[in-house]
């Protein structure tokens, strides 16, 4: 073989060799294990922390108004609906009690009159009109909301 | 004698660069072979059809337009809290009897949706939640050039935030508009289902928050599902059709004018 040639050659498997190291060296960990990503990434998205506990938690500890809900319209209406969680989920929620104030503009949300909302099951109410100046929760009790409250 | 040195060091360096590049070359030959024998370990370990396949039904003929889903979006996976950062918004269109269609999402609905449209000009109005659709032929997974983002074994769009380089090609490459660069990790954000909750058995945090019952969430594949009940009693339909995205959010009773 001239010499020429071999060292052509020789450049040339220097030069793939050079671009397979880095190739190697500069993949992550697992990439490519299912598909063109890095595998550790799914168990990088899981380990994520979570504030939400879901219904089945709260009734844990209170499962009387969780039966009280259960006998009125807000039946379908989950715990965190209302009581949006201020701490993850894995403290325990008398840290930072998620407790809600039940005025006018917070039951709004839903029942304020709106035309998308319509024909939803759902009761709209022209707050001008239905005690204005009081929050809901000083008649209604939210957790069974028929059940009016005397004054 | 100082010749000869050179040369034999010459000669050292040559047999070992070619050794070097030798057995790389020979590994990497053999590498694609060592992959096939490890493949059979690695399809039990990942037999499609024993994992789920993840999906949503939006039911828009009971969204009130309460805002309560984005609200506990931001809280469950911290979106920061300025009106344009958003992993799912609720969207509320209106009819006018002029025809005209307006669409308005104050706060990404937060706070609860309040008509701007004066009650006589109305023809129908409605409300549309909206989400990263999860598409089977993701355009955003396409455009990525690095490969962090990606489809899951079980059918969610995820984003590698350790990978991505903050290019934002996967933001103008998404139809639906559902991804924002988000200015606190500087790379690219979207809904991941909360994978970080479906993974431990645990229900979105927008379906769990959702008074009215509105989303629907579960598995494709399980015959039981909440979602394939949902499928099947209700004519659904997905956003955009026509770009053949394949996406696996089902909308029911959804009007033309969306888009």
Known sequence: MPKLIFRLLLTFFVFVGVFILIQRSVTPDSFGKYGHYRANSLDDNRMKPFYYKGEAKCTECHQDVFDQKASDLHDAVRCESCHT??????????VKPPIVKGTIQFCAQCHAINAGRLEKGVPQLDFKEHYEKQNCIECHNPHAPWELKEK | MGTERKINNRRKFFQTSAALVGGTLLYSLIKPFEALSQSKEEATKIAKEDLPLWGMGVDLERCVGCGKCAEACKIENNVPKEPFYFRTWVEQYTVKKDGEVKIESPNGGIGGLKQSVPDEDIFKSFMVPKLCNHCTKA???Q??????????PDGVVLVDDTYCIGCSYCIQACPYGARFMNPVTKVAD???FCYHRITKGLLPACVEACPTDARIFGDLRNKESDLVKFLQENPTQVLKPHLNTHSRVFYNGLSSEVK
């Open chain 1, 85 to 94: 969680p201020k701490i993850p989920g894995s403290i325990d929620c008398k």
């Open chain 2, 139 to 141: 355009p955003c997974v």
């Open chain 2, 143 to 152: 455009a990525c050039p690095v490969g962090a983002t990606f489809i899951s």
């Open chain 2, 190 to 192: 979207k809904c991941t």
